[in-house]
């Protein structure tokens, strides 16, 4: 008698294992960050207090005209660092956290907005995989402009009224998206 077959993994245990093989942990509005979490070292050609690691990961799966998705916005504890120093000020020690925070909320915001997207197809299953897996490569990209720029207009934190105005922009917009909170589902 032939063997039985193991099924393959199902979605949500595939990207599980990616956030799990990457050392990280989905966001959530009950886990905000800690220098705890911070746990690489620090690169000696970088001029920055701290640096957070993230990935926003994705995945799709048809079964006949079910379609199913899961997007994970994952902070990566081994690649994320604060420098020692920073810690001892406790005044830029806060300011520098709540950076980092506004960098894993923004990768949150864009999760919400590619599970918006999956959440919106119609007859997904329908189609070729590829292109929604382009589409998705898309938000990524997007993501990341969106981390560039608020690096870049706020000056790594140190503008205090723009940190101040990302900061409010960000929280308005996981707001305006929580009915997407969920970490992905089917249809």
């Known amino acids: ?19 799990k093989d990457l050392d990280a942990f989905p966001w959530s509005s009950r886990r905000p960050l800690g220098w705890t979490d911070f746990k690489g070292q620090p690169p000696r050609e970088s001029p920055a207090a701290a640096e957070t690691a993230y990935a926003l990961l994705h995945g799709v799966q048809c079964t006949g005209s079910r379609f199913e998705y899961r997007v994970v916005a994952a902070f990566r504890v081994d690649k994320s660092w604060v420098r020692p120093e920073i810690l001892k000020r406790p005044a830029d020690s806060a300011r520098a956290l709540r950076h980092e925070q506004t960098h894993f909320d923004l990768t949150e915001v864009h999760a919400r907005r590619l599970r918006r997207y999956y959440s919106e197809l ?66």
């Open 122 to 187: 119609v007859a997904p299953c329908r189609g070729a995989q590829s292109g929604l897996s382009d589409v998705a490569e898309k938000f990524v990209r997007d993501e990341a402009n969106a981390q560039a720029q608020y690096d870049s207009e706020t000056d790594n934190g140190r503008k205090a009224p723009e940190q101040a105005r990302w900061d409010k922009e960000v929280d308005s917009q996981l707001f305006a998206t929580t009915r997407f909170i969920a970490l992905g589902n089917g249809k």
């Open 1 to 19: 008698m032939p063997a039985k077959a193991t099924p393959p993994p199902s979605l949500t245990d595939s990207i599980n294992a990616r956030v």
